[in-house]
């Protein structure tokens, strides 16, 4: 798998543990994922970087002294609101799961991943895409599962069409690709992906596919 016809991304890798850290590295360069620009073990030296460099993506540990994933990230994207983030995760990092979305972060891939998925993972977020672990979204549908209190489904109040383009922004289509194949203007869809914000209460993409797996409109 090659990221080509793609501009290879330039990356910084951010991870106190200097073995993952490096072996991260040796791959995704070997593999030409992308080119690795600055390497980091806290927020700290994070932050310095992007001082005096402007990557398309960072890598992102979540729990890291001094100064952590969520703090580095929320400062991060300060300085650069454009800035692409996926965070490395581990299932004990599921607490900060949603601040992370909340804060900006495109996607989560597990540490336990393969090169393929982390390829995967950085192609999608770099189209604009939202990427999400296959195993950590089973994990988050058993929490739901058993957290899940209510027997009435929280999408009541959409409407059919709704929950079409919802399932359709799921699948990572874009607005032109979601008018296209449900035959409507990509002004109605995005009017269409208003209200599911609105109506879900969900900030962006990333909390909007959390809500339909939750409400099993979708399935991994």
């Keep these: 798998m090659n990221l080509n016809p793609f501009k290879k991304p330039s990356i910084i890798i951010v991870d106190d543990h ?3 850290q490096q072996g991260l590295k040796a791959m995704i360069t070997a593999e030409g994922i992308a080119t690795v620009i600055g390497e980091a073990s806290n927020g700290n030296e994070f932050i310095e970087i992007l001082s005096h ?5 960072v890598l992102m ?3 890291m002294p001094q100064m952590n994933g969520m703090e580095a990230t929320q400062k991060a994207l300060d300085l650069i609101p454009d800035l692409k983030i996926i965070a490395l995760t581990m299932f004990s990092d599921e607490d900060y799961y949603y601040k992370m979305i909340d804060l900006g972060v ?3 891939v597990l540490k336990s991943t393969g090169i393929n998925e982390l390829e ?3 192609h999608d977020v ?3 895409e ?6 950590l979204l089973r994990r988050i549908i058993q929490n739901f599962g058993r957290n899940e209190t209510k027997k009435t489904p929280e999408h009541n109040n959409l409407s059919e069409r709704e929950i079409d383009v919802l399932k359709e922004i799921c699948l990572g289509l874009t607005t032109d690709e979601i008018a296209l194949k449900l035959n409507i203007s990509p002004k109605t869809v995005k009017t269409h992906r208003s209200n599911l914000l609105e109506k879900t209460s969900s900030k962006n993409t990333a909390t909007l596919i959390l809500f339909a797996l939750k409400n099993k409109i979708i399935e991994v």
């Design 61 to 63: 540990d979540i729990d």
């Design 130 to 135: 939202t990427y999400f672990s296959n195993e």
């Design 18 to 20: 200097l073995i993952f």
């Design 126 to 128: 770099m189209k604009g």
């Design 106 to 108: 495109k996607g989560f």
């Design 120 to 122: 995967k993972a950085i």
């Design 53 to 57: 460099s402007k990557p398309d993506l």
